[in-house]
């Protein structure tokens, strides 16, 4: 696929899904076993549903979720406030050359997804589907 000024599109290298991979994974882990010293991560339930990694692999973008909320946005200043202490636990789990800088971000994919199907459910869309072509 060309995209502006004929220029090839490309997606992430397979390495960098599996490093993304990798690093969800350990990121997924520490916020598991990890009590945090930051009052505002005190006894909060982070999910990372998703990491993408820059070409380079010296920056990471963690999408993180909470189970059951949808504050999650509150919660990023904190995030940012742990990410060094994050940054060293890859250092140990992983065996890269840089480890990437993390930064985070809100996963609304789950928020907008439950948003779509409350649409196709509704009276006008589901009339809309029923119709008889003929």
């Keep these: 696929m060309k995209g502006p000024a004929g220029v090839v599109a490309q ?3 397979t390495r960098q899904l599996r490093v ?5 994974r350990v990121l997924a882990e520490l916020f598991a076993r990890t009590e945090f010293r930051d009052p505002e991560l005190l006894d909060v339930r982070i999910t990372v549903t998703e990491v993408r990694i820059s070409p380079d692999f010296r920056h990471a973008t963690a999408f993180v979720t909470r ?8 919660l990023l200043p904190a995030l940012k406030r742990v990410a060094p202490f994050l940054r060293t636990g890859l250092s140990k789990a992983l065996n890269l050359r ?7 971000q809100p996963d609304t994919a789950l928020d907008n997804a439950m948003e779509l199907d409350e649409i196709m459910r509704s ?4 009339r809309d589907l029923e ?4």
């Design 67 to 74: 189970l059951g909320r949808s504050d999650v946005e509150v």
């Design 123 to 126: 009276p006008e869309v589901r």
């Design 11 to 13: 997606g992430p290298s």
């Design 20 to 24: 993304a991979e990798e690093v969800r």
């Design 98 to 104: 840089t480890v990437p800088e993390i930064h985070f």
């Design 131 to 134: 119709k008889d072509p003929e």
